[in-house]
């Protein structure tokens, strides 16, 4: 890589440092930018991985639906139960 004619002249000036500065730090900002792109096309998952993803969001839900409907019924009926054995000692 050559070295372009005008540098020394860069390097002596405070304006070329401050010339310098920023094109370095928009390099850096690029390449960060450049970066996290790559990054996050890494890290999406396809169709497919979503599609499962949600089908187990739904049978997830379907049971807790289903375990919130038997706790209720587990309620209900144990009370039953309960007042059911308390009448048949009471009729002893």
Same mark, same amino acid.
């Given at each position: 890589? &050559? *070295?372009?004619v005008?540098?020394?002249a860069?390097?002596?000036n405070?304006l070329g440092?401050? *010339?310098?500065g920023a094109?370095g730090?928009?390099?850096?900002?690029?390449g960060k930018?450049?970066g996290?792109g790559s990054q996050e096309?890494? *890290?999406?998952? !396809?169709?497919a991985?979503r599609?499962v993803k !949600?089908?187990m969001?739904t *049978?997830?839900?379907a049971k807790k &639906?289903? &375990?919130? @409907?038997?706790g209720? &019924?587990?309620?209900?009926?144990? @009370?039953?139960w309960?007042?059911?054995?308390?009448?048949?000692?009471?009729?002893e």
């Open positions: 890589m &050559s *070295v372009p005008y540098a020394p860069l390097t002596v405070p440092w401050a *010339v310098i094109a730090y928009l390099t850096y900002k690029a930018k450049a996290a096309k890494a *890290v999406t998952p !396809g169709l991985d599609a !949600g089908a969001k *049978v997830y839900r &639906s289903v &375990s919130e @409907s038997f209720k &019924s587990r309620e209900k009926y144990s @009370s039953m309960n007042e059911a054995q308390e009448e048949v000692k009471a009729a």
